[in-house]
């Protein structure tokens, strides 16, 4: 995943805030972001649907609904891209609580407000909480509104289910109708109680996935309807096929893309689709050692596009080739569906290890390799440089190939001793000259021209 941190900030009595964002929990119509302070407090900021109420610095009480929120809402994990482009507006006005109190109840209806302030229970004394629910039943129930009445109740019962002056009060015969209603949890309700419905529905979202599509699409909740088709998409019962993808409700830019599959990855790493995906996601965010360490550890046949993409993350310097399982690399090489993609892999990848590790153990790391595949001409190279490694006689050509491999101090070390061993001769020389031009090393390389040209002179 991105090591990407995500901040909002507060203003507080005129005082910006900054916070380094955790966690998004989506949970019914609620949406609450937990966030950390500089000094490591927890700070909780709350929406309703899409927009912002309020935030306090929070000690999460048991069995609070701010628990239960990252219990058994749809929780996002920082960075997220869902979260970034929930929080499109970074800098969040907080208000008194009596400027809230009053904001909410403006805006919203007296059944919105109970849910709304239900989940302030970590923070507000369960009397004040009651006594705002009890307010607005009794004022329905003056005016003889009875099912609005028997709404509050409810939400009542949502956030305190063993309220006793609540469960009393629903079993009365007045509200029998109702309560025959609420407990057939059917399309009756979805009709009498939408806001109950939806809580209801949140019991069972793979079965309730349609209904709560299209609540969300009539209320252009985007966040909510991607995030729950993304949470379905890992945790149904049956996995699905499809591109990720095409799950998201709005354009994402391939980093956003790339990032959200390799988070989607993590959390389902048995999903085939997602295998496939979080290679490209890992190759296009540049983390190139994580990405060859998650195909090669599938040990299955690689795709051409798998293929491309291998070789040029061996030919990218940024490869930290000792982040590499060279063990998993070779079995999934040695794969005989991989055969045909060995030439172009090994070319650039040998000079990498042998850079790292040696001749010896590039060797022995090859060896599975050699039986059917002696005519790739990188197998015949380290061959014939095992094989003449130790011939003294040898040590010019062997020198020859490890420059045409890019491996000039090995090269340098060969010419070298072919120098001293045959004085007279410029060959050695002139290869010297080239292998420190090659290395940018231009004064050694002026160095051994000088030298090669006086050769030159004398021999003739």
Not at 230 to 259: I, M, V
Not at 291 to 303: D, E
Not at 393 to 413: E, R, V
């Amino acid at each position: 995943m991105i090591e990407q941190q995500q901040n909002v900030t507060v203003i507080s009595n005129q005082r910006p805030v900054q916070l380094r964002v955790e966690r998004l929990a989506i949970h019914h119509r609620m949406k609450i972001l937990e966030a950390v302070k500089s000094n490591g407090s927890k700070f909780y900021l709350f929406f309703y649907k899409d927009d912002f109420i309020t935030g306090k610095t929070v000690d999460v009480k048991n069995g609070s609904l701010i628990e239960k929120a990252f219990q058994n809402g749809i929780v996002l994990q920082a960075s997220h891209p869902l979260i970034e482009r929930f929080l499109t507006d970074k800098t969040f006005l907080l208000k008194s609580t009596k400027q809230v109190f009053q904001s909410v109840q403006k805006h919203y209806t007296p059944q919105e407000t109970a849910f709304i302030f239900s989940y302030f229970d970590s923070f507000l004394s369960t009397e004040t909480l009651i006594k705002l629910i009890r307010k607005h039943f009794y004022e329905y129930r003056r005016n003889g509104q009875l099912r609005k009445a028997f709404q509050i109740l409810v939400i009542l019962l949502h956030f305190d289910p063993n309220n006793k002056w609540a469960l009393e009060l629903t079993r009365k015969l007045e509200y029998q109708k109702m309560r025959s209603i609420y407990e057939a949890e059917d399309t009756d309700l979805r009709d009498v109680d939408p806001l109950f419905f939806e809580i209801v529905a949140y019991k069972e979202l793979e079965k309730n996935q349609t209904y709560l599509e299209s609540v969300y699409h009539k209320d252009k909740r985007k966040t909510d309807l991607t995030a729950l088709r993304l949470h379905l998409y890992l945790h149904s019962s049956k996995q699905d096929e499809r591109d990720p993808l095409t799950l998201l409700e709005g354009s994402f830019t391939e980093s956003e893309y790339a990032n959200l599959l390799w988070i989607m990855y993590v959390e389902a790493p048995q999903h085939k689709i997602l295998q496939e995906k979080a290679f490209q996601a890992l190759m296009h965010l540049n983390k190139t050692s994580e990405a060859i360490n998650l195909l090669t550890a599938r040990k299955t046949a690689l795709t051409a596009s798998e293929g491309e993409l291998l070789v040029k993350a061996f030919n990218d310097e940024e490869t930290d080739i000792t982040q590499i399982n060279l063990s998993f690399l070779q079995e999934s090489l040695e794969i005989k569906e991989n055969r045909m993609l060995l030439d172009g892999l090994l070319q650039p990848l040998i000079p990498r290890i042998l850079n790292e590790y040696g001749l010896t153990y590039v060797y022995t790391w090859l060896k599975p390799l050699y039986e059917g595949n002696q005519n790739l001409s990188i197998l015949s190279t380290i061959q014939t440089m095992v094989d003449i490694q130790d011939n003294p006689d040898k040590q010019f050509q062997l020198g020859k190939l490890y420059h045409k491999l890019k491996q000039y101090d090995d090269a340098i070390t060969c010419f070298d001793w072919e120098m001293e061993l045959h004085p007279t001769d410029p060959t050695p020389v002139q290869w010297l000259t080239k292998v420190y031009r090659e290395m940018g090393k231009l004064e050694e390389s002026n160095t051994y021209m000088s030298i090669y040209s006086k050769m030159q002179r004398v021999s003739h």
